[in-house]
């Protein structure tokens, strides 16, 4: 009998598939299923864990603004709710071909070790209120006995200054989890759509868990094909290992 091969996890950023004025990127996302059908043809797994972009963010603004919305815990529901329906539609664009029917979500993070895994492809959405897409992919690392996290962004990887701001500022090849939460500041809260290349609650939980974290810029099709290999990649790695 075959041995079903350790499913590889990636985070796709919402900031991905969610920017500008675009609900859903299509054009990412037919090039990001050309790769994993590639790579499923090789006998790899995968668990894409969806984040909520600019869609949740124009959610919890208008909630905000429009709806005069306060409480904290209601935006961070929001902002759950665009991960699942997010996951969603990445879901029903890959196919069931390749794709569970069902999208784990919500309390499915309690039981995910049980549930259905038969085709090459699971989608998650978000699980709790508070707790960002980077936490999500951090779980289903853990409920499947694995310590690597693929983290698709919009940026090249980690840097020491904000690059958009600072010209010189210097991008990470590997730093440690201590390093990372130093460089953004030592939160201890998750934000509502907060936007961070992994959020505080994850960064703290990864390293207490020896997880490490691939962070790569989304469009970086041969740096991604590189990680899923376990070759060297531009981007930045996270770890304690």
Request: proline letters at 4%; glycine letters at 8%.
């Amino acid at each position: 009998m075959d041995i079903p091969s350790k499913p590889i996890i990636i985070k796709l950023g919402g900031a991905v598939i969610s920017h500008s004025n675009k609900l859903i990127d299509y054009n990412y996302l037919r090039e990001f299923r050309d790769l994993l059908r590639e790579n499923i043809a090789l006998g790899k797994r995968f668990v894409i864990a969806v984040g909520g972009g600019q869609t949740m963010r124009n959610y919890i603004e208008h909630a905000i603004q429009q709806g005069n919305v306060t409480s904290e815990s209601d935006l961070h529901w929001i902002g759950t709710a665009v991960n699942t329906l997010h996951a969603y539609m990445v879901k029903a664009f890959l196919g069931s071909e390749i794709c569970e029917e069902n999208v784990w979500k919500f309390t499915d993070r309690l039981i995910m070790a049980d549930l259905p895994f038969n085709k090459p492809v699971q989608v998650v959405g978000g699980f709790e209120a508070g707790r960002s897409g980077d936490w999500v992919a951090l779980e289903v690392a853990k409920a499947l006995n694995t310590k690597t996290i693929i983290d698709l962004k919009n940026v090249d990887g980690v840097f020491d200054s904000d690059p958009k701001v600072n010209q010189k500022a210097k991008m990470f090849n590997k730093l440690t989890w201590e390093k990372y939460l130093t460089i953004i500041g030592n939160p201890t809260e998750h934000k509502p759509g907060g936007n961070m290349p992994v959020d505080p609650i994850a960064a703290r939980e990864a390293k207490e868990y020896g997880a490490t974290y691939y962070i790569i810029k989304a469009t970086d099709f041969d740096s991604l094909e590189r990680a899923i290999n376990n070759q060297e990649f531009k981007g930045s790695i996270i770890t304690d290992n």
